[in-house]
């Protein structure tokens, strides 16, 4: 098994739509998490930490599942701006921050 | 006003060269880092630093080479290329070794071996 595993893509859904990823990972002792965006040919730049109680920023919506060990992104009324790779990241322990695949996600007009 | 930057940019090189990434952070973080993308879009972490001293060093083939001549500063040397390791490669820091403080990346480098 994977150390992170996020939903195959891609993802093509229209504008307004609202539209869930979701992150496995194995490490149960893995102590934080964040969800990333990547652009075409850009580095990858921090979209949200994802804290235990759950937590929103916008439009933009994470949530934690400690038990399952899995985490969910969740992202409301898309944009055509929101078209990219949305990358799970889990911190294990002794800096291992470890990324997952990457999902990605096209909005389309 | 870079916070973290790595040049070159681009790389394009033959078989058999050595070449070198050079990464600086101006964010004060304690912990710098190197990963690499493949064609297929997967990040994977190579190695990390903490103030220096060398915290992770993936199974990595020993012709890459990391040095961190100071805690700003992580440059990667890569001896006899080869033509698997096109790639881009990212330098990223963070604040610290908690896991809390999320990851800052430079802009890449994208390396070609012909």
């Known amino acids: 098994r994977k150390e992170v595993e996020q939903d195959p893509g891609p993802f093509n859904v229209p504008e307004g739509a609202t539209v869930a990823f979701n992150c496995t990972y194995s490490?149960?002792?893995?102590?934080?998490f964040f969800w990333y965006r990547q652009d075409c040919r850009k580095e990858p730049k921090l979209l949200m930490s994802?804290?235990?109680s759950g937590n929103e920023d916008g439009r933009f919506t994470a949530q934690l599942n400690r038990a399952s060990q899995y985490i969910s992104l969740l992202i409301r009324d898309s944009k055509l701006s929101d078209s990219a790779t949305y990358l799970c990241?889990?911190?294990?322990?002794?800096?291992?921050?470890?990324f997952g695949a990457g999902t990605r996600l096209t909005v389309k007009p | 006003d870079t916070a973290v930057s790595q040049t070159p940019k681009y790389l394009v090189t033959q078989m058999g060269n050595d070449k070198s990434i050079k990464c600086e952070q101006n964010?004060?973080?304690?912990?710098m880092y190197w990963y690499k993308q493949d064609s297929k879009k997967f990040l994977k972490i190579m190695f990390s630093?903490?103030?220096?001293?060398?915290?992770i060093n993936e199974t990595v083939p020993n012709r890459f080479s990391p040095k961190s001549p100071d805690k700003a500063h992580l440059n990667l040397h890569i001896n006899s290329l080869e033509l698997g390791d096109s790639a881009v490669y990212f330098c990223?820091?963070?604040?610290?070794?908690?896991?809390?403080?999320?990851?800052?990346f430079g802009n890449g480098t994208r390396l070609t071996v012909t």
């Open positions: 990223a820091s963070s604040g610290g070794l908690s896991g809390y403080s999320p990851l800052h």
């Open positions: 964010l004060g973080h304690d912990t």
């Open positions: 994802v804290y235990s």
């Open positions: 630093y903490n103030n220096k001293e060398l915290i």
């Open positions: 990241v889990v911190y294990g322990n002794n800096n291992d921050m470890r």
């Open positions: 490490n149960s002792a893995s102590q934080s």
